[in-house]
């Protein structure tokens, strides 16, 4: 039976290559056809199976120099059938989805990760591919019946990095504090060997020294002893990224790197083999004229930019500090029903439904309910809330909170990458492993910025050989200068690092940010809506009047309760708690029906009843509505449910909700960053604006008396005349507004968090927290507008000097120091997203916004210091 497949192929320059493919292909055994596209690099093969297997054309085109993906493969019957089904048409690619986090291993620089980025958006299936060089990560969405994980990984493979499906985020930190280990060692031992070779560098710097004059006869041939395993032994993983580059025709850090190392290593080994073949020795014939060595440069170089990624690790590592203090809050086991008693076990074993006991002072392990016992439970970690939460049968706990007083038993609900605790941290380290938009722009430089370096650093060699006549070592040892100080490393690691840090730093706070493209959406908010019910009051009412008007009190109360429960709105708990407190059992309403935003109706014996707000109960009775009564109460920010059958209005009920604690103080807050606020709520306008009133919005920015879903419709007027929108709202009832808003902040609590929902979830439900989150991501914003600065005025300052541009003024940069500044200058912007760690809400940090000046000022002096002492040398 024939086959046909469709083939993306990457290599293709022009319509010649395309044409060497096709009648390549077509000359095999069992090809029927070969078309090859030039203008969109793909080609379709129809073929027998049974005759040449699909590998033997994948590798025929490898053979030619190209590379080729399968995108498609059917049976030839089964896609003309489906062409006549569709009229013609295919789409190629199923409609469903997948996302998978892969861990990377081999970067060394931002050019790295876009080579791996743009290789895996190459990939037939994949829809969209983020690699993130800070977290070593790569997020990609694709196609399951397109492409697998598995040839994901090969894709990543082959372009010469390791890759692997992420595991658990404990596993993950293990595996990071691993790579930098070994950066550490590499550094050491290219550190040990590289030492003796500082001879030559101690004599450059005192010439007067002993030998110095006349040097050793064996030290030519030590010296390409120690130079040797250093240079191919632990500079060898930046020849296989160079390597890695060259396949997929691009130039990264290791390109500049291993160039650089390279021309001074082989030319020092060509110098020492002349001497040595023109005077028969391997040793230096003394009387000679000493050949110039500089294996010390390439061997300092490389150890210099090993000191410079393991200290950028260690930097690093401290970004995503965050995540591995969230994981080590779990407990490390469970004590577990098994039979009669109860083992211990570890974390891992604990399965959905299992029984696990709880003693005073342990860890709750995972998320449960409990079944037996009572106590109470530690909470802060997620609430915020300092005094202990009272536990008893049917209350859920959450696991890594502290059991305080008694024990208990709880059956196990959510287990492993399930519990809020798991969710949670890995939240955050998607939202770490996310790009904010501004990190295309340094993509975008980081692509075209090591090329462009070549030929700075090939004019540099050119103009000082021909034009000004310097000799042959200055114009190498300038040109290796140029290629490698400038390194896009520090330009790579402007972003996620701030980002990693920033968001860490929120996660600590109980604020989750879901990525850098939400923090660069807080920078144009200037009008922030609040909903009333659960963001800035407790969202528990509680019934603080019941007035009988025609009926008695208590059975205005029974009555209302009798309604209410089987309603879920927060108004029927605040009745239902009322008529409990009262000792009222309520009844059985039949032909129940709720109306959202007005109220609800039921028949109780034989009368109908209607219980909501006034315009819902006018609407359904004839009797006069006590409007002053209602007045009065709403003027006191309370709301106002009527009782009432079809003739007259039997009573009501006044219902408050109080402000959760520093609401006022929240909107106070953003008013002072220069923000409107506003209220938007289903209350009538005089109970919303005396509410509003409290928390200090005027009455012209408040939205009352709407239904849930009209939320949404406000807030798009509000953004249709000119305004940036942040929506706070619950995060369940209020998702059409969060969706619709510029940013959504969902408010959440304890267990009840609502992750899936909101821009930015706000986990402990403070107001003062929405403050803190726009402030957070002000600052992490700045930091990374700071970072690319540094990133970029550390490369135009030293490249001029690495070329000898001012060496007439006493300026010049060696290449194992301009290697030495190179890797500072990228440890330098870690550091500088590090200042965000001491950030405090409400706090002005007067240190994270004098140090990153200082610390500018501090390594344009180091750059000049090894500028003035290359140049003595």
Not at 81 to 90: A, L, N, P, Q, V
Not at 696 to 717: S, Y
């Amino acid at each position: 039976m024939k086959k046909r497949v469709r083939v993306s192929i990457e290599g293709i320059h022009c319509p010649s290559c395309a044409r060497v493919i096709q009648e390549e292909l077509r000359g095999l055994p069992g090809v029927y056809g070969a078309q090859v596209d030039f203008a969109e690099k793909r080609g379709t093969i129809t073929f027998d199976p049974q005759t040449v297997p699909l590998q033997k054309l994948l590798d025929t085109v490898g053979e030619l120099g190209y590379s080729a993906f399968v995108e498609e493969e059917e049976e030839e019957e089964e896609e003309e059938r489906s062409s006549k089904e569709d009229g013609g048409f295919r789409e190629s690619g199923g409609a469903s989805s997948q996302q998978v986090i892969l861990s990377i291993s081999g970067m060394h620089c931002a050019a790295c990760a876009t080579l791996i980025e743009r290789a895996l958006k190459k990939s037939p299936g994949v829809r969209e591919a983020r690699v993130n060089f800070a977290a070593e990560r790569a997020q990609v969405v694709f196609d399951p019946q397109l492409t697998s994980v598995e040839q994901l990984l090969e894709v990543i493979r082959r372009a010469g990095y390791g890759a692997s499906p992420e595991k658990d985020l404990g596993e993950e930190s293990r595996k990071q504090e691993k790579t930098v280990q070994s950066f550490q060692r590499r550094f050491l031992w290219s550190l040990l060997l590289s030492l003796p070779l500082a001879y030559f560098m101690v004599l450059d710097f005192f010439p007067h020294l002993p030998g110095s004059a006349v040097l050793p006869p064996w030290i030519g041939l030590l010296s390409l002893i120690l130079a040797t395993p250093v240079q191919f032994l632990f500079g060898m993983p930046f020849y296989r990224g160079m390597w890695s580059s060259l396949r997929l025709r691009s130039f990264n850090m290791d390109s500049l790197i291993a160039t650089g190392t390279s021309v001074a290593y082989f030319y020092s080994l060509g110098n020492y083999l002349t001497h040595a073949f023109r005077h028969g020795s391997l040793l230096w014939v003394e009387g000679t004229e000493t050949p110039h060595l500089y294996f010390e440069v390439s061997a300092f170089l490389i150890t210099f930019v090993l000191l410079g990624k393991w200290l950028e690790g260690k930097t690093k590592s401290k970004t995503s500090e965050a995540v591995r203090k969230l994981l080590s809050l779990q407990a490390r086991t469970a004590r577990v029903k098994r039979g009669d008693t109860f083992e211990d076990v570890p974390l891992e074993e604990v399965r959905e439904g299992d029984v696990i006991l709880v003693r005073p002072g342990e860890k709750i392990p995972v998320d449960g309910r409990v079944i037996r016992g009572y106590s109470a439970v530690d909470e802060s970690l997620l609430t915020g809330e300092s005094l202990p939460v009272e536990k008893k049968p049917g209350d859920p706990v959450i696991g890594a909170t502290i059991n305080r007083t008694g024990s208990f038993e709880f059956v196990a609900t959510r287990v492993g990458k399930d519990t809020v605790l798991a969710r949670i941290a890995r939240l955050v380290a998607e939202a770490q492993n996310s790009k904010a938009p501004i990190q295309d722009l340094a993509d975008r430089i980081a692509a075209v910025f090591v090329p462009a370096v070549f030929s700075v650093a090939l004019a540099t060699f050119l103009v000082w050989y021909f034009l000004l006549g310097a000799s042959l070592s200055f114009s190498l040892l300038a040109m290796v200068s140029v290629i490698v100080i400038a390194c896009p490393c520090a330009l790579g690691l402007a972003t996620p690092t701030a980002l990693m840090v920033g968001t860490g730093k929120g996660a600590e706070y109980g604020i989750l940010i879901k990525g850098g493209e939400v923090l660069e959406k807080v920078k144009d908010i200037d009008l922030v809506v609040f909903d009333k019910t659960g963001t800035l009051t407790q969202g528990k009412p509680r019934v603080t009047e019941v007035v009988g008007l025609r009926r008695p009190e208590k059975e205005v109360l029974r009555i209302a309760a009798t309604l209410e429960q089987s309603s879920e709105h927060p108004l029927a708990e605040a009745i239902l708690e009322r008529a409990k407190e009262e000792g009222i059992v309520p009844e059985k309403a039949e032909d129940f029906q709720a109306f959202p935003g007005k109220g609800v109706v039921g028949r109780i014996g034989q009368e109908e009843y209607y219980l909501g707000n006034a315009s819902f109960v006018a609407e359904n009775t004839k009797g006069e509505l006590e409007g002053e009564m209602v007045r009065r109460f709403e003027e006191e920010g309370k709301t106002v449910v009527l009782l009432s059958n079809a003739r007259e209005v039997l009573g009501l009920l006044a219902v408050a909700d109080t402000l959760k604690a520093g609401a006022r103080e929240a909107v106070q807050k953003l008013k002072n960053l220069g923000l409107l606020v506003y209220m938007v709520t289903g209350d009538n306008p005089r109970v919303a604006r005396a509410i509003a009133r409290e928390v200090g919005i005027e009455d012209e920015h408040v939205i009352a008396g709407i239904l849930p879903e009209d939320k949404a419709r406000e807030v798009q007027k509000l953004q249709k005349s000119g305004h940036k929108v942040a929506f706070v709202g619950d995060g369940v009832n209020d998702a059409p507004a969060l969706a619709v808003a510029d940013l959504g902040i969902a408010m959440g609590q304890g267990a009840d968090v609502a992750l899936e929902t909101g821009e930015i979830v706000l986990v402990r439900g403070d107001p003062q927290d929405v403050v803190t989150a726009l402030e957070l991501s002000r600052k992490t914003m700045g930091k990374i507008r700071q970072n690319l600065f540094f990133a970029l005025f550390y490369n135009l300052l030293g490249i001029p000097i690495a070329a000898r541009v001012f060496s007439g003024f006493g300026l010049s940069l060696k290449p194992e120091l301009a290697g030495l500044a190179m890797a500072l200058s990228s440890v330098s912007v870690v550091t500088n997203s590090l200042l965000l760690r001491g950030f405090r809400p409400g706090k002005r940090d007067i240190f994270s916004q004098v140090a990153p000046i200082l610390m500018a000022a501090f390594f344009v002096f180091l750059f000049f210091s090894f500028a003035r002492l290359s140049a003595a040398m």
